[in-house]
Antibody
Framework: EVHLLESGGGLVQPGGSLRLSCAAS????????MTWVRQAPGKGLEWVST????????CYADSVKGRFTISRDNSKNTLFLQMNSLRAEDTAVFYC????????????WGRGILVTVSS | SYVLTQPPSVSVAPGKAAKITCGAD??????VHWYQQQPGQAPILVIS???DRPSGIPERFSGSNSGNTATLAISRVEAGDEAEYYC???????????FGGGTKLTVL
């Protein structure tokens, strides 16, 4: 059975940093591109960033480019999102998701983790 | 930039059919995916590549895509289908994923 478990969320002050992790199991992690999607309270889904299975290719939404960094450790089946210079508008539930390639649909989803940016 | 437009809400009586649209310029040239999100839960994929139904998704769910509109159709709607539905497209020119704004399906 596939599991994606996010961790590392919480409350952080504006301008601060946070690192999210997503532990994967039940599938061959390296064969899947991985993505972070977020959802602000009461709002719709917003794509954040995607990384290829090998980790050599990344892409970012304009709203986070230059502030967030996606990475992965295939030896530990773990996806990361380093978030710097956080703003109030980054407050959201962050989901990790997996797809066959970076341009393929998201077949696996985690349960999500809440990030709150507030003073 | 490319924008996916969904109606904010659709209402349907139990047992009837529902259609949720996703509009954009020449969306028929793109592969459209659809996700269902129940309140407080993570999204799940219900239709991929315009009309493919993943394993475990009821046959009542179907999709189509032509011209400027992609459509998610749900036949014989049940109370458990009440959820938010999102369309999604990969924008090749920018290497960005796009989501529609979401449609709240209400079962009357």
């Amino acid at each position: 059975e596939v599991h994606l478990l996010e961790s590392g969320g919480g409350l952080v002050q504006p301008g601060g940093s946070l690192r999210l992790s997503c532990a994967a199991s039940g599938f061959t992690f390296i064969d899947y591109a991985m993505t972070w999607v977020r959802q602000a309270p009461g709002k719709g889904l917003e794509w954040v960033s995607t990384i290829t299975g090998s980790g050599t290719g990344t892409c970012y939404a304009d709203s986070v480019k230059g502030r967030f960094t996606i990475s992965r450790d295939n030896s530990k089946n773990t996806l990361f999102l380093q978030m710097n210079s956080l703003r109030a508008e980054d407050t959201a539930v962050f989901y990790c998701a997996g797809g066959y390639s970076r341009s393929s649909e998201f077949v696996y989803w985690g349960r999500g983790i809440l990030v709150t940016v507030s003073s | 930039s490319y924008v996916l437009t969904q109606p904010p809400s659709v209402s349907v009586a139990p047992g009837k059919a529902a259609k949720i649209t996703c509009g954009a310029d020449n969306i028929g040239r793109e592969s459209v995916h659809w996700y269902q999100q129940q309140p407080g839960q993570a999204p799940i994929l219900v239709i991929s590549n315009d009309s493919d139904r993943p394993s475990g998704i009821p046959e009542r769910f179907s999709g189509s895509n032509s011209g400027n509109t992609a459509t998610l159709a749900i036949s014989r709607v049940e109370a458990g289908d009440e959820a938010e539905y999102y369309c999604q497209v990969w924008e090749t020119s920018t290497e960005h994923w796009l989501f529609g704004g979401g449609t709240k399906l209400t079962v009357l």
